[in-house]
T-cell receptor, first 113, second 113 residues
Framework: KAGVTQTPRYLIKTRGQQVTLSCSPI?????VSWYQQTPGQGLQFLFE???????NKGNFPGRFSGRQFSNSRSEMNVSTLELGDSALYLC????????????FGPGTRLTVT | SQQGEEDPQALSIQEGENATMNCSYK?????LQWYRQNSGRGLVHLIL?????REKHSGRLRVTLDTSKKSSSLLITASRAADTASYFC?????????????FGQGTILTVHP
């Protein structure tokens, strides 16, 4: 069974630009969660989608948004990029987003200059 | 915010020795999961222990959970150089906390050949 895939793997953007990251979950998984990992703040939860609906959201500004498609693939978007948005962005999929393990993708390394 | 506090922050051992990492958390949980991360890559799921379980084994891994003390420990027996990585505990609070795992700061484990 194929794992969680994320594209692109690396991205360099300039302040003020916007970026879209993509995540394809494990086949059959309907929940996709997104996390931001930085050396200073560690791993922080961004949001979770299940059946195209956002069910949970972390404490991030509105510049961070996401969506999920009918095939469970998910995208997250960051608008008006700031230097502090430089991070490893990880998505994880699970059956339902609650009781079960989350399986993580390799991440997208975003650098904002 | 980080719920989990991991101890120690860094651990250096020789191959063949056992490694023990501890995790404390603050709120009631549905389950607790341990993950491994190699050099800023994606997280690999190691083991999940539910709140009504006290101990769980998987290969060379042993996890304990003490909900009265809000703490967990991960024991890796007969460690190998390939076990060198960062280890994170993550809690799932259940309820409406859909798809959200709250991570500790992690323990950096170095196993010397």
């Amino acid at each position: 069974k194929a794992g969680v895939t994320q594209t692109p793997r690396y991205l360099i953007k300039t302040r003020g630009q916007q970026v879209t990251l993509s995540c394809s979950p494990i086949s059959g998984h309907r929940s996709v969660s997104w996390y931001q990992q930085t050396p200073g703040q560690g791993l922080q939860f961004l949001f979770e989608y299940f059946s195209e609906t956002q069910r949970n959201k972390g404490n991030f500004p509105g510049r961070f948004s996401g969506r999920q498609f009918s095939n469970s693939r998910s995208e997250m978007n960051v608008s008006t990029l700031e230097l502090g948005d430089s991070a490893l962005y990880l998505c994880a999929s699970s059956w339902t987003g609650g009781v079960y393990e989350q399986y993580f993708g390799p991440g997208t390394r975003l650098t904002v200059t | 915010s980080q719920q989990g506090e991991e101890d120690p922050q860094a651990l250096s051992i020789q191959e063949g020795e056992n490694a023990t990492m501890n995790c404390s958390y603050k709120t009631s949980i549905n389950n607790l999961q341990w993950y491994r991360q190699n050099s800023g890559r994606g997280l690999v799921h190691l083991i999940l222990i539910r709140s009504n379980e006290r101990e769980k084994h998987s290969g060379r891994l042993r996890v304990t959970l003490d909900t009265s003390k809000k703490s967990s420990s991960l024991l890796i027996t007969a460690s190998r150089a390939a076990d060198t990585a960062s280890y994170f505990c993550a809690t799932d609070e259940g309820g409406t906390s859909y798809g959200k795992l709250t991570f500790g700061q992690g323990t950096i484990l170095t196993v010397h050949p």
